[in-house]
């Protein structure tokens, strides 16, 4: 035995699509750069700094832990808005082997 479908409901697995997103101006992907850098700088030089300063007993291995994890904050403030490139290498690289805009 069957149910009965309303007429107006879609039955398509997939949802509707919706509006595009906005693309962000050149000077909020220049600032969300920038607050990338920022964190990945903050933590990185801050985690070596507690190591060497306050002999916090922490080895390479743990102030490389901190590294990534400023490299992580910072992907994760900025990749929304700009990409999160956070490198001007890695943007280059881009630009030359994979078509990204030299405007970008």
Same mark, same amino acid.
């Given at each position: 035995m069957q149910t009965a479908r309303p007429s107006g409901v879609?039955?398509?697995s997939s949802p509707a699509p919706g509006p595009e997103p906005a693309r962000a101006?050149?000077?909020a992907a220049c600032a969300a750069e920038a607050c990338g850098v920022f964190l990945v700088i903050l933590f990185g030089l801050g985690g070596g700094h507690? *190591?060497?300063? @306050?002999g916090a007993g922490i080895g390479l291995f743990d102030v490389g832990l901190i590294?990534?994890?400023?490299?992580?904050?910072g992907v994760l403030a900025a990749e929304g808005v700009?990409?999160?490139h956070l490198n001007p290498a890695v943007t280059? *690289?881009?630009? @030359?082997?994979?078509?990204?805009?030299?405007?970008?």
């Open positions: 879609d039955q398509s101006t050149l000077g507690v *190591a060497t300063l @306050c590294w990534g994890v400023g490299v992580l904050l700009s990409g999160a280059l *690289a881009l630009v @030359c082997f994979r078509g990204f805009p030299w405007r970008r």
